[in-house]
Every structure is written in structure tokens, then in C-alpha cells.
């Protein structure tokens, strides 16, 4: 259709270079057609008496500016178009316009043919095209997502603590974290995490007691089974707020739902907690195991696009006493603006004692290890007792290096103020320093409540590959 009524359109002009006309010497079709021309001011009268209809505001002739010569034949065939609305005298003008730009059109022309034939071709052979381009697909897609694929991340600390009146203490250590994750297929995969430590102030590595020995930080596979998401095997898992658990699960976990989101976790867990209970009569922390069972259930829900509320409340058994309790966190995140972000949390459990802990946290900007020079800088109050986690949180940062479990803390109450900053691309500079009261767990006296002074501070280089 587009051809025939180009053609129609082209039939004046080729009259017109028949009778007496010579072909004239092919014109650069991107030349400039300038406003002192006799085209130029043809086509501005026809556009000023309506035979051209053009958008002054397009920027493309508004009868001022030079236009290529592709751009005025544009023009010349709206004025063909229009060739019975013209008068006598802008009909000669539209003749004498369609020969002097009789090349273009003729190229205008060559171009539809060739499209035409284009899609045609593309018709033709659009099955073999379809079938070539679902197996590029599948190729891009192997070398995006190939079936295995590696990924970690090092890091490089040093801690300096002081406790009471006990001097301050230094330590620094070396980890690597290396991961894994195998495609079994488009639904499931296996994951796995491998953890290395070296402690470079006492040149040892980590893990090196039998009882503490772990192959493999995380192995577990995950997938879906229709809408709803699987973890089993061994996982690392946060609870809301990291007031309740932050440990790993030898189990399973299912999560269900976009918007409102529940998730079930169940298996084992190591934990050190179980001191104070009478299946523990020497009120102590007992050696780390696996001799724990924990169940929890966690909701997260949206009040608005900004905040959010979460949940979570679960139950830590001792397998070979039935002993255990249970425990709950509430809290909500929300941004306070598009900088600022605060969130804010309250656990509680049903020990007899030193069973609460509360954390605020106010931050400013977000670091993101893909953008160098991003950055956060954060506050956070906690409020933290022993027995309101279902396994080792916090506290663990307050420990003397090199002491034994009973120089643990049960209780902390203070601030950490720190930073993040992303020096280089995947790369991320973590420094913090924690200041307030501590109570130190005395195996004579579970009820003891003299509280020390407690001062952690850290600095972290993580490096992501």
C-alpha cells in the first residue's frame, strides 16, 4: 500500500524528467538545503498557506533553520499529497519542487522496496529464525547462569577489647568465606559455604578441637516446590532483628508468600545456653553441641511502601532433658526519609531470668559494595540479657580473647556508633566502637548483677570476589 502510494505520488516528477531534462549529477542527500534557496522559500510558502501541515515545535523546519535534502523531500511529498487543495501557482511550485528532488524520492523508494523484501525474507524464514534464537537464548543463558558457580568473600580484622579493670586486649584474624552453588536444575540447587579462619595474633587456625570441627558452614539445598520456598540441610539463619537467633539450622525451612511473608525454620542447633536450668546443675555454660532442637515461626508484613513489621517466635529444646523455652521479637524498619532509616525491636523470653533485650538503630545512607565511594553511618542502642535469644548473639562479642566460655557476658546495655565505606569496588571497610555496662557471668551467682565497663572496638576489611 505504502509503495503504490509512493509511486502515484512520483508519477508528476517522472513527466516531468522526461520532457527536455537531463539527469543532473546525483546531489549528497544529507546536504544542507539553506533558507536563501528557492526550494526553501517554495516549501515555507506552502507551509505557511496550509498545504504542508509540519509541527513547528519538531525542530525539524520552522523556516529559519537549514534542513538536509532527505528532510525537504519529506516535506515535498506532504505537498504532493495535498496537490488538489493548491492554487495554479502552487501547483507549479510543487512540480518544480518534485523535480528538483526526484532523486530522493527515487531513493525513498529503493529503501521501501528493500524493506519489503526484508519482511518478506523474515516471513519466510521466521521458523528458522524463532529456532535460532531460542537456542542463542539457551546459550546466553548457560554463560549468565552457568550450572556452577563460584563466589565469597575474605575479610581482614582486628579487635581491641577492655573489660572492667582488666587491660586492653588486641586480636586480629583472618577469614575467608568460599560458596558454592550447583543448578540442578531451573528450580533447584545445591549451596554449600566453606569457612577459614586464621587467628594471626596466636598464628593458629580455626576449628581445630574435635568437638568443634565444621566441614562445611552451610550445606543445604534449595528450591521450590510451587509457590513455596525449601531450605534443607544445613543453613545459616537470622532471626527478624538478630535479638532471638543467629546461628546455623541442621533442618529445613519453608517461606510462603510475596507481601506478607511466613517462614517456618526446624532442625538442630548449636547453642551454649543451657546454664541455670536444674538439668544443668552446675549452673555453667555448658560445652557447645548440637544437642539443641529449635522450632520458630516468623512473619514479616508491610504497613506501608516505607515500613515494615516483623516478627518471629520460637522455642529451643534440650533433646536429652526435654528442657527448654520458648522466646518472641517484634519490631518495625521504616525510612524516615530517602537518606535515613531507622528500625527499632523488643524480645523477650520465658527464662526466669535475664530474658529480655531491646535494640534501636538510627543510619544515614546505605554502602553497597558495587558503588565505590558509598557509604552509611549508624547508631545503635541495645538493651541485651543472656537468656532472651534462643542461641549465642551479641554477647559473643563480649568475651575476653582467649578465655573460656564463663567470661562470657549475660547482660549489656550501651551504644555502637560505626561506619561503612566501599574504598573500591567489591571491597567494604567496616569500623565500629561499642561502649556501655556488662555483666559477667559468675557460675557462683546466676542472679549476680554488677555491672563493669565494657568497651569493643573493631575494624573489618572485607574484600567480595
Known amino acids: 500500500m505504502k509503495k503504490d502510494l509512493v509511486i502515484f505520488l512520483l508519477i508528476p516528477t517522472m513527466v516531468l524528467s522526461i520532457v527536455g531534462t537531463s539527469l543532473a549529477a546525483t546531489v549528497d542527500p544529507l546536504s544542507d538545503v539553506k533558507p536563501d534557496s528557492w526550494a526553501y522559500n517554495a516549501v515555507n510558502d506552502l507551509v505557511k498557506a496550509g498545504i504542508i501541515d509540519i509541527n513547528t515545535n519538531d525542530g525539524i523546519f520552522n523556516g529559519t533553520n537549514a534542513i538536509t535534502r532527505n528532510k525537504m523531500a519529506s516535506l515535498v511529498l506532504k505537498a504532493m499529497a495535498r496537490f488538489d487543495k493548491a492554487n495554479d501557482a502552487q501547483k507549479d511550485e510543487i512540480e518544480k519542487l518534485a523535480k528538483e528532488f526526484k532523486d530522493e524520492f527515487q531513493s525513498f523508494d529503493r529503501r521501501l522496496e528493500r524493506i519489503e523484501h526484508e519482511e518478506e525474507f523474515k516471513e519466510e524464514f521466521k521458523d528458522q529464525f524463532q529456532s535460532f534464537d531460542r537456542r542463542l537464548e539457551k546459550l546466553e543463558d548457560k554463560a549468565d547462569n552457568p550450572r556452577l558457580s563460584m563466589y565469597g568473600y575474605s575479610r581482614i580484622r582486628y579487635d581491641r577489647d577492655n573489660f572492667g579493670t582488666r587491660a586492653y586486649k588486641d586480636n586480629q584474624t583472618m577469614w575467608v568465606n568460599i560458596s558454592t552453588n550447583f543448578k540442578i536444575n531451573d528450580i533447584w540447587s545445591l549451596r554449600s559455604e566453606n569457612e577459614f579462619e586464621n587467628d594471626i595474633t596466636n598464628n593458629t587456625g580455626a576449628y581445630t578441637s574435635n568437638d568443634y570441627q565444621r566441614p562445611f558452614l552451610q550445606l543445604y539445598a534449595d528450591g521450590s516446590i510451587g509457590e513455596t520456598k525449601v531450605k534443607l540441610g544445613r543453613y545459616y539463619h537470622l532471626s527478624p532483628y538478630g535479638l532471638t537467633f543467629d546461628d546455623k539450622i541442621d533442618g529445613f525451612q519453608i517461606s510462603y508468600g510475596d507481601k506478607i511473608k511466613a517462614t517456618l525454620n526446624s532442625g538442630n542447633t548449636y547453642s551454649h545456653i543451657m546454664h541455670g536450668y536444674s538439668g544443668n546443675p552446675d549452673g555453667v555454660w555448658e560445652d557447645g553441641s548440637t544437642n539443641y532442637r529449635v522450632t520458630s515461626v516468623e512473619v514479616e508484613a508491610p504497613v506501608n511502601p516505607t515500613t515494615y513489621i516483623k516478627g518471629s517466635y520460637g522455642k529451643v ?90 567470661a562470657r557476658y549475660n547482660e549489656f546495655k550501651g551504644i555502637r556508633i560505626g561506619f561503612e565505606y566501599v574504598p573500591v569496588r567489591s571491597t567494604k571497610l567496616i569500623c565500629y566502637y561499642t561502649v556501655g555496662k556488662a555483666n559477667k557471668f559468675d557460675p557462683g551467682n546466676i542472679y549476680n548483677n554488677v555491672q563493669e565497663d565494657a568497651k569493643f572496638s573493631r575494624v573489618q576489611w572485607e574484600f567480595y570476589f
Open 317 to 406: 529444646t534440650r533433646r536429652q532433658t526435654g528442657e527448654g523455652f520458648k522466646s518472641y521479637e517484634i519490631g518495625f524498619n521504616t525510612k524516615l526519609s530517602e537518606d535515613l532509616s531507622f528500625f527499632a525491636a523488643y524480645a523477650k523470653s520465658d527464662f526466669s531470668y535475664k530474658n529480655k533485650a531491646n535494640i534501636m538503630s538510627l543510619q544515614y545512607k546505605s554502602c553497597d559494595p558495587g558503588i565505590p565511594g558509598s557509604y552509611d553511618i549508624y547508631v545503635k542502642k541495645y538493651f541485651i540479657q543472656g537468656h532472651s535469644s534462643l542461641t549465642n548473639i551479641f554477647l559473643d562479642d563480649l568475651k575476653s580473647n582467649n578465655e573460656d566460655w564463663s
